[in-house]
């Protein structure tokens, strides 16, 4: 499917493609980075990040439904969401200093929870350990006994700090609207070539544009 698309907007002309926003599945990446070169710079769509931490929240037991009750988790989750505006080479440093911090006055509220028996508070403990395995294993990275393993999704993937500095969309939300608009601009049951084409067009026509407007650029300096 990328292939064909590649070569059908590369027949209208070069292909500049630099960076790509998407959801977190390491398939579609490497097949993106197969088809378009491994240059690109794939972003994780910040949504989707917070999306994916939030399900597995519900995925490990009460977290969610106790989380609304315990003060010292809800900061904890909000700085960990934080985290997406750190230095990717600083991540890791921040998450340990947030988790040496947070995780004593978490589990002392616990304690005092008189509303929960002994198996309750065990489950709980259980539950945000799971929690936190999730992202070190999938989105930080873990300390191990030969060093440190390489996330599924390393914070290069996921950090916001370029985006914010340089005033780029931190979410694809925005291409929700675009997908809707040519869903209503494409005919009933099109085929996957009257697709591309569609596509194709459209990328010959936003070439058009930014090359003028590149062009009125240049004459006004």
Known sequence: MLEVLKEAVEGKGPLHLQQVMLGFKASVIRE???????????????????RNWRKKLGE?????????????????NKSLHGLCYVPTDKVFEYYRALIDTKMEGICDELEQ???????????????LNSYLDFLERNYIV???????S????????????????????LSANANKGWHSRLKHNLP?????????????????????????????LNNVV
């Open 188 to 216: 009933q049951n099109n085929t996957i070539w009257a697709l591309l084409g569609h596509l194709v067009n459209i990328e010959a026509e936003t070439r058009t544009i930014r090359d003028e407007h590149r062009a009125s």
């Open 150 to 169: 390489v996330p599924r999704y390393p914070p290069e993937l996921w950090s916001q700090v370029e985006n914010c500095l340089e005033g780029r969309p």
């Open 60 to 76: 490990v037991g009460n977290l969610i439904s106790w989380a609304c009750a315990q003060p010292s988790f809800n900061k904890l």
């Open 113 to 127: 929870r008189d509303d929960l028996d002994m198996e309750e508070k065990d489950s709980t403990k259980e539950s």
């Open 142 to 148: 873990r300390a191990t006994r030969t060093g440190v």
């Open 32 to 50: 993106l980075k197969a088809t378009f070169g491994r240059q690109i710079k794939v972003q994780g769509c910040q949504v989707h990040l917070f």
